[in-house]
């Protein structure tokens, strides 16, 4: 019997790495029957979950303990959906209720997570895997532009052209996707770090050794990133590395050294360098000839207005104040929009501003839960990053921090928590918050003979850093 539970809890977080790097394959799983299956397989591998917590009898691991109000903030937006319709209030039920299986799908990605991830291997595992599925997005976007094919994975690209998009429609999408992909990289990266006193052959080392492959994935996301051409996305990934990394820098004096010159390589070699022969300035020119107004000169109009999301916007504001409280119902924007938004040439089913959809849609009532938990994802991580007598732990944080930040900066002008694959793979990111804290460490030998040693009565010295 208890083969069969490890052999059961082994399998159910197999599945789980399966799902995160299907996700995004099918255009983010922005299709209804890509949503359909996302919501499947987290059922049963949730309620597999289940049946094995049952069998085994254990008490709730300290991730799930620590969890529950994040847990608790994710299924009362769930509850607020459901009243949304019992009451009649949303104006799309058919797409209220299918947001309401999508937030169900992404609080038991959560709970997988955390129940699934309680040692140091797994969330390596955890990491690993989501480095891998944005280094092939990378690779796929980067080879499909460069090479003139422009193919999504299963069909032909219509949209974007010219611009690296990996298995979905839109540049943004992938941009976001990598945002957070690379932020678990440079995290995994940070984790492990020598605890050793700093060297410069040190530094090499990690260069030059295993750890060089994981630099070398971070490189080509980067160069992707830079491919997409996302304005937002660019400017999200680079703020949220400055700010979290200039905090990380702060709260470890003893480390500050190594710290920077990792955090420094990312910045200058994969920005400055290897990007400038892949689109840096063609990113460049895109930012400065963005106009959200018309020009107009002495009353003649000099350049018209290329982007519209200003308009979209100002707007969806207007939409947003008629009912602030209880919203137009989950994921009805684009049924409401159109009273206020017909008088656009293009046609909006997202208001390419997260913040701003969540409250139209949820109204302050479903809005305020969302909020709690991002806020209470990102305190955790801060947390775990200021754990300095755990290299580990302090880089994971850092990953998770950044990963969060980079988003939430993206979501002001984009819609990525709209797309299936990029709102499931932030969950996991928020999810890391919590593991970072409270996963079980590795016992080495030093820390079993103090174990031992403490048992006899015997002084205990102290655990070293790399074991935290």
């Known amino acids: 019997m208890k083969r069969f539970l490890q052999t059961l809890d082994r399998s159910?977080?197999?599945?789980?790495?399966?799902?995160?790097?299907?996700?995004?394959?099918?255009?983010?799983?922005?299709?209804?029957?890509?949503?359909?299956?996302?919501?499947?397989?987290?059922?049963?591998?949730?309620?597999?979950?289940?049946?094995?917590?049952?069998?085994?009898?254990?008490?709730?691991?300290?991730?799930?303990?620590?969890?529950?109000?994040?847990?608790?903030?994710?299924?009362?937006?769930?509850?607020?959906?459901i009243a949304q319709l019992v009451l009649g209030i949303s104006v799309d039920s058919g797409a209220s209720f299918q947001y309401l299986v999508l937030g169900t799908a992404y609080g038991f990605l959560y709970l997988l997570i955390v129940g699934l991830v309680k040692t140091r291997r797994r969330l390596n595992m955890l990491l690993g895997t989501l480095v891998c599925s944005g280094a092939f997005q990378a690779f796929y976007g980067s080879f499909m532009t460069l090479s003139g094919i422009e193919y999504l994975l299963f069909t032909e690209k219509t949209f974007h052209l010219g611009h690296a998009t990996g298995t979905y429609v839109n540049r943004n999408h992938l941009a976001g996707y990598l945002e957070l992909t690379i932020a678990c990289g440079i995290g995994l990266l940070l984790a492990l770090r020598d605890s050793r006193e700093f060297r410069w052959t040190y530094l090499l080392e990690t260069m030059m050794g295993p750890k060089g492959r994981l630099r070398l994935a971070l490189v080509g996301m980067v160069v992707a990133l830079v491919m997409t051409h996302s304005r937002m996305g660019n400017a999200a990934f680079f703020t949220s590395l400055m700010i979290v990394g200039?905090?990380?820098?702060?709260?470890?004096?003893?480390?500050?050294?190594?710290?920077?010159?990792?955090?420094?390589?990312?910045?200058?070699?994969?920005?400055?360098?290897?990007?400038?022969?892949?689109?840096?300035?063609?990113?460049?020119?895109?930012?400065?000839?963005?106009?959200?107004?018309?020009?107009i000169v002495d009353g003649r109009l000099v350049e018209k207005a290329n982007e519209l999301r200003g308009d979209v916007f100002t707007q969806a504001v207007l939409?947003?104040?008629?009912?602030?409280?209880?919203?137009?119902?989950?994921?009805?924007?684009?049924?409401?929009?159109?009273?206020?938004?017909?008088?656009?040439?293009?046609?909006?089913?997202?208001?390419?501003?997260?913040?701003?959809?969540?409250?139209?849609?949820?109204?302050?009532?479903?809005?305020?839960?969302?909020?709690?938990?991002?806020?209470?994802?990102?305190?955790?991580?801060?947390?775990?990053?200021?754990?300095?007598?755990?290299?580990?732990?302090?880089?994971?944080?850092?990953?998770?921090?950044?990963?969060?930040?980079?988003?939430?900066?993206?979501?002001?002008?984009?819609?990525?928590?709209?797309?299936?694959?990029?709102?499931?793979?932030?969950?996991?990111?928020?999810?890391?918050?919590?593991?970072?804290?409270?996963?079980?460490?590795?016992?080495?030998?030093?820390?079993?003979?103090?174990?031992?040693?403490?048992?006899?009565?015997?002084?205990?010295?102290?655990?070293?850093?790399?074991l935290a």
Not at 22 to 49: H, Q, Y
Not at 75 to 81: A, C, D, E, I, Y
Not at 370 to 384: P, Q
């Open 246 to 295: 200039a905090v990380f820098v702060m709260i470890d004096k003893q480390n500050r050294r190594r710290n920077g010159l990792i955090l420094a390589s990312v910045l200058l070699i994969d920005t400055l360098v290897v990007s400038q022969f892949f689109g840096l300035e063609k990113l460049k020119n895109r930012i400065v000839e963005t106009r959200l107004h018309d020009v």
């Open 319 to 466: 939409l947003a104040q008629e009912k602030p409280l209880v919203g137009k119902g989950a994921g009805s924007f684009e049924a409401a929009f159109p009273v206020y938004g017909g008088n656009l040439p293009l046609h909006f089913d997202h208001a390419h501003n997260d913040f701003l959809q969540f409250l139209i849609e949820y109204g302050i009532i479903g809005t305020l839960p969302l909020l709690g938990f991002v806020c209470l994802s990102l305190w955790y991580a801060l947390a775990a990053m200021r754990r300095q007598q755990s290299l580990y732990r302090s880089g994971v944080g850092f990953g998770s921090a950044m990963a969060i930040l980079a988003l939430m900066i993206h979501s002001f002008t984009d819609f990525n928590l709209q797309i299936p694959a990029n709102a499931a793979t932030f969950v996991v990111v928020c999810a890391l918050a919590v593991v970072a804290n409270h996963h079980r460490a590795p016992v080495g030998k030093r820390r079993s003979a103090e174990i031992k040693a403490s048992t006899e009565g015997l002084a205990i010295t102290r655990m070293p850093r790399v």
């Open 12 to 81: 159910l977080f197999f599945f789980l790495l399966l799902l995160l790097v299907w996700l995004p394959l099918p255009v983010g799983s922005n299709r209804d029957w890509a949503v359909a299956l996302f919501a499947l397989m987290t059922s049963l591998l949730a309620a597999s979950w289940l049946v094995l917590q049952l069998l085994q009898k254990r008490r709730l691991s300290r991730n799930l303990r620590h969890a529950k109000w994040p847990l608790l903030l994710l299924g009362l937006t769930q509850v607020w959906v």
